[in-house]
Structures are given as structure tokens and as C-alpha cells.
């Protein structure tokens, strides 16, 4: 009867996602708003009131830059993604730190570049009204978003992936979600028929499935009674993506990636490797200088090469040679092929600061010329740890379908691997990312790479 249900797209029509979209666009709206409220305070602080008005126009347009650093470093930050959006200490120590990053990075503008204007004590007075207005503002915002009306969801089935989706979702209520009900037990015949109405009692608004039951016939019945209440279907799957960031690899199956994994763009391909090219070569000429004094630290410190070859498997598994500098002593592996750790004992005094400052990436713009790599990706492998890691970690080969990169989606959200079973949450991590792969995407990957390069430890 409902045969064409079974081809019903779960995650075509989704307004939740939709509303989440709208709400940022009105957050980052505000954050304007709010910039221009602080300039204007800031002027009338200074001058007072209505001598303001003659330096406004020379203000407005030379702050403009200043406006764009601030989105940037806000960004780079996190303060657009909902799971950070907490009237708490960290999300305000967070929020802080942009604010006086930008502020210097406004100092260094105005006066190395001829922007018009050099506002030395404006800058002051610009510094606390921003500060004041901004956090203002997002407290504001960030309390409405908890207190707005939530989805109300049903969720159906019993994994570590569930249980982790459903304390994430209790633990951060400005996503904007309501567990109503979560149905563990095996439903039989009965349940399955009851099923309608008790998602109609508990007045739920989503209703949230195991990809497996997606082809199952009473699902299917389920279904389009859904459809006609305006009820959002979802599978575990893409509900898991878009609160977590990450893929679930437990709950997919073959199927799923034939489906849902995103098909091979030759625009943005052809664009992303340009961009790379340009972007590499740039960076080699102005960081020569820096790489040659590293080169001499490294020899003096110790003993052999100062730039360490090794090979790692690359794009469709073929095998390129990774240029680093060296960070560790010549014997290092005597024992085989090891995960680096954070506070490597085999690590040279210099080889530790240049790993802490990540400096040792560096060489790796040769691989980017060469074509090995990206600026953006899933972060290449040595080729004994993929054999091990694809024998024992489900689709553990489908990160090798695009390219590897310098920095990716799971290095800012994860750390280094050291065991089995960090690889596998970093695989979720790299799914994710091959599937929604963007310029935009990729654009925030590398603000958080820079905001992140001094202060993460690998």
C-alpha cells in the first residue's frame, strides 16, 4: 500500500535544520548590529554628543575591516555552533579572547596599512564598548535560544551511539531538542501498532530510527502517518551528524554509503587543488627564511637529517613520501613502526618544541606542490597502520576516496591517534567530512587550525 514510502528521503525535508540555519544568520546579524552599536559608543564616549557625528564616516568605512577580523575570530572560535552557545564561564572566556584578538589585530592594521585613520585612544574606548556590547548580546541571545520552544523527539533503539546522543542532547538544551520519549525494548506486533499514538500523547515532533529500519514495512506505515502529522523523520545516522560532527560508523551499514556518501565534484576538485597550489607556493617563499634556521637548530641538536622522510598512504591508497623535519632521534623505531604520543620520550629537545608549536609541518608544502596532499583532509597514514586499522575498524579505507590534508576535521576535534580505538572515533570524524566537504567547510577547518596551531599539544 505505502510501497512508495520506502523511497521517502529522511533527510530531504528538515525544517529543524532550517530553523538552526535562521537562527545563526539572525545570531551573526546581531553580532553586526552589535559592532556598529559599540563604534557608535565608543565615538560618543570620546567626543561626546553631537561632535560624534563628524568622525563617523571616516570610522565607519575604515572599521569595516575590523568588522571582518571580528566575525572571523568568532567563528574560528565556535561561537556559531550551538553546542558552545552557554551562558557559562568558558563560552565567555571564549568570547573574550576574540574580542582582544581582534583588538590587536586591529592595532596591527591601522598602523601598518594606510587605512585612513590611526585611532589610538578610539581603539581604547572601541576595546570596552565591544567587550560590553557584544557579551551583552549574546547572553541575551544565548538564553532565548535555551528557552525557545524545543523538539519534542522519539527516539527508537538501544547502541552506545544512542546513549551518547541522547546525554548529549540533555546536557546541551540550546540545540533546541526534548527527548520525549526513548524507546529501548524491542517493539513486537503490538507495539509497533501503538506506536502512532503514543508519539501523538507525548506530543513529540520528531521521530528519530535506526538506519536499518528505514526499509522495514511497518516503519513505512509509520511513516506517512508522520507525514501527514508534520511529524520529522530521521534515522540515527544523519540525526548523530548533525548534533555530534561526527559519523556513527556502528550505525551504518554498506547501503548507507552507497547512498549517502557525497559524489565527486571535478568544480570544486580542479579549485580546491589551484587554491592549494597558490597557497603552498606562497607560504614556501615567505616561511624559507624560518624553515632555514629550523634546518640548523635541528643539525646542531642532534645527530642525522633535519628533514625526516617517511611514507604514508595517500588518495586511493597510493603511497607517497611525507617531508617533516625531523622531531625525533635517529634510532627511534628500532622496535617497528610506533603512534607518536603527546610527550614523546623519543622526542629531541628541539624536535618538542617544534611538535608543540607544530612547526615541524612545515616541509609538508612540498607534498602540497607535489599534489600528495591538501591543505584540507583526512590526515594520511603510514601504511603499516592502515593495514592493521582496515582489518579491524569497519569502511576504515573510505577516508582514502579524497585527498589527505595538512589539517582536517578530525585533527581540530580530535587528538593525535595513539590507539585502535582513537582511530576509529577519528574515522567518524573524517566520514563526516568527506561527506559535507565544501569550500565554505573547509574555509572554517583551516580559521580553526590557525586559532588552534599554538596551543593544542600533538
Not at 594606510?114 to 541575551?140: C, E, S
Not at 528557552?147 to 522519539?154: E, G, I
Not at 541522547?166 to 527527548?179: F, T
Not at 569502511?395 to 591517534?417: C, D, F, M, S
Request: contains cysteine.
Amino acid at each position: 500500500m505505502f510501497d512508495k514510502i520506502i523511497e521517502y528521503d529522511y533527510d530531504k525535508v528538515n525544517p529543524e535544520t532550517l530553523m538552526q540555519n535562521l537562527k545563526k544568520i539572525i545570531l551573526l546579524l546581531g553580532d553586526i548590529l552589535f559592532f556598529y552599536i559599540a563604534l557608535f559608543s565608543a565615538l560618543i564616549l570620546r567626543y561626546g554628543i553631537p561632535d560624534y557625528l563628524s568622525y563617523l564616516g571616516e570610522h565607519l568605512s575604515s572599521f569595516v575591516y575590523i568588522l571582518i577580523v571580528w566575525l572571523l575570530m568568532l567563528a574560528a572560535s565556535n561561537t556559531y555552533d550551538f553546542r558552545t552557545l552557554k551562558n557559562d564561564l568558558r563560552f565567555f572566556r571564549t568570547f573574550l579572547v576574540a574580542d582582544l584578538t581582534t583588538i590587536m589585530v586591529a592595532l596591527a592594521l591601522f598602523y601598518a596599512f594606510p587605512l585612513g585613520i590611526a585611532p589610538k585612544t578610539n581603539l581604547v574606548f572601541f576595546a570596552v564598548t565591544l567587550t560590553v556590547w557584544g557579551l551583552l548580546y549574546r547572553y541575551a541571545f544565548n538564553a532565548i535560544v535555551v528557552r525557545s520552544a524545543p523538539q519534542r523527539v522519539f527516539i527508537l533503539g538501544e547502541s552506545k551511539e544512542i546513549t551518547d546522543l541522547v546525554s548529549y542532547l540533555e546536557a546541551n538544551p540550546q540545540l533546541g531538542y526534548r527527548i520525549a520519549v526513548w524507546e529501548r525494548r524491542t517493539l513486537g506486533e503490538s507495539g509497533w501498532h501503538e506506536l502512532p499514538e503514543r508519539i501523538a500523547a507525548e506530543r513529540a515532533t520528531m521521530l528519530v530510527i535506526p538506519a536499518d529500519l528505514k526499509k522495514d514495512p511497518r516503519v513505512n506505515d509509520i511513516v506517512y502517518l508522520c507525514i501527514l502529522r508534520e511529524i520529522q523523520v530521521r534515522d540515527i545516522p544523519s540525526f548523530y551528524e548533525e548534533i555530534m560532527g561526527m559519523t556513527p560508523l556502528a550505525e551504518l551499514g554498506t547501503g548507507w554509503f552507497l547512498e549517502e556518501l557525497v559524489e565527486a565534484r571535478p568544480l570544486y576538485s580542479t579549485s580546491k587543488t589551484l587554491f592549494d597550489v597558490v597557497l603552498a607556493f606562497l607560504l614556501f617563499i615567505v616561511l624559507l627564511p624560518v624553515m632555514i634556521v629550523i634546518w640548523i637548530f635541528i643539525r646542531l641538536d642532534s645527530h642525522g637529517p633535519a628533514i625526516f622522510k617517511q611514507v604514508r598512504v595517500g588518495k586511493n591508497g597510493k603511497r607517497f613520501t611525507l617531508y617533516k623535519f625531523r622531531t625525533m632521534y635517529m634510532d627511534a623505531e628500532q622496535e617497528g613502526a610506533q603512534w607518536a604520543e603527546v610527550n614523546d620520550p623519543r622526542a629531541t629537545r628541539i624536535g618538542s618544541l617544534l611538535r608543540i608549536s607544530h612547526l615541524d609541518e612545515f616541509p609538508q608544502l612540498v607534498n602540497i606542490l607535489k599534489g600528495n596532499i591538501s591543505f584540507v583532509g583526512p590526515r594520511p597514514e603510514r601504511p603499516e597502520f592502515v593495514e592493521v586499522l582496515k582489518t579491524k575498524i569497519p569502511y576504515y579505507e573510505i577516508r582514502l576516496v579524497v585527498k589527505p590534508g595538512l589539517t582536517g576535521w578530525a585533527q581540530i576535534n580530535y587528538r593525535a591517534n595513539v590507539t585502535e580505538g582513537e582511530a576509529y572515533r577519528k574515522l567518524e570524524y573524517d566520514i563526516f567530512y568527506i561527506r559535507r566537504r565544501g569550500f565554505v567547510f573547509d574555509f572554517l577547518i583551516i580559521l580553526k587550525t590557525l586559532k588552534t596551531i599554538f596551543a593544542t599539544p600533538k
